[in-house]
């Protein structure tokens, strides 16, 4: 089955502690995604890639690292810089830019939680 | 700022009724749009997108498309208990900026 996997489902950080969340896709898709949704809230864009070795901040980048060395993993990494990290993480992935290309799909989401 | 607008709710309708979620949009240039439906704790699943002006249907959903106006809607006909969720449009705007999401409009089918 293609799709998306995000791990892991719930992650605990301690004040001052890094942490990373996996994104895997195997739909042999171009662009990849990170999301951050509050409660009550929408989707805010942290980081996207369009293509393996390059990314681009988004909205709400301070905080987070990312990486893509390889075409279908897209971490994310909350650097302790980030002082309100309590969330929902969501990545998604689309086959490209263009007309009907960039649609994208989700993964199910990573709960963080700071202890 | 390229921003899309939704009431955020929630938009209450009987079981069988049609529920009308609404969208604006501030770039005139936006050429694609996007309905997601997201349950409570899930992730967004994609309903229907839609790039031309007028009207597309797939089965009781119908994305409506306005250009002009700068304003899309989802239309769900038959409403259904199972329908309940927050709803989502998000549109890609000009020139080569990623996706850009409402709020959501939150949806309860009274049964």
């Known amino acids: 089955d293609g799709g998306i996997t995000q791990s892991p489902k719930y992650l605990f950080r301690k004040e001052g502690q890094n942490v990373t969340l996996s994104c895997e896709q195997n739909l042999n898709h171009d662009a990849m995604y990170w999301y951050r949704q509050d409660p009550g809230q929408g989707l805010r864009l942290i980081y996207y890639s369009q293509i393996v070795n390059d990314f681009q901040k988004g909205d709400i980048a301070e905080g987070y690292s990312v990486s893509r060395e390889k075409k279908e993993s897209f971490p994310l990494t909350v650097t302790s810089a980030q002082k309100n990290p309590t969330a929902f993480y969501l990545c998604?992935?689309?086959?490209?830019?263009?007309?009907?290309?960039?649609?994208?799909?989700f993964g199910p989401g990573t709960r963080l939680l700071v202890l | 700022q390229k921003e899309v607008e939704q009431n955020s709710g929630p938009l209450s309708v009987p079981e069988g009724a049609i529920a009308s979620l609404n969208c604006t949009y501030s770039d005139r240039g936006s050429q694609s749009f996007f309905w997601y439906r997201q349950y409570s704790g899930k992730s967004p699943e994609l309903i229907m997108f839609?790039?031309?002006?007028g009207d597309k249907e797939d089965g009781r959903f119908t994305a409506q498309l306005n250009k002009a106006s700068q304003y899309v809607s989802l239309l769900i006909r038959d409403s259904q208990p199972s329908d309940s969720a927050t709803y989502l449009c998000?549109?890609?705007?000009?020139?080569?900026?990623?996706?850009?999401f409402g709020k959501g409009t939150r949806l309860s089918v009274i049964a």
């Open positions: 998604a992935s689309s086959k490209n830019r263009g007309m009907g290309q960039e649609t994208q799909y």
């Open positions: 839609i790039y031309s002006n």
């Open positions: 998000a549109v890609i705007p000009s020139g080569n900026t990623p996706l850009v």
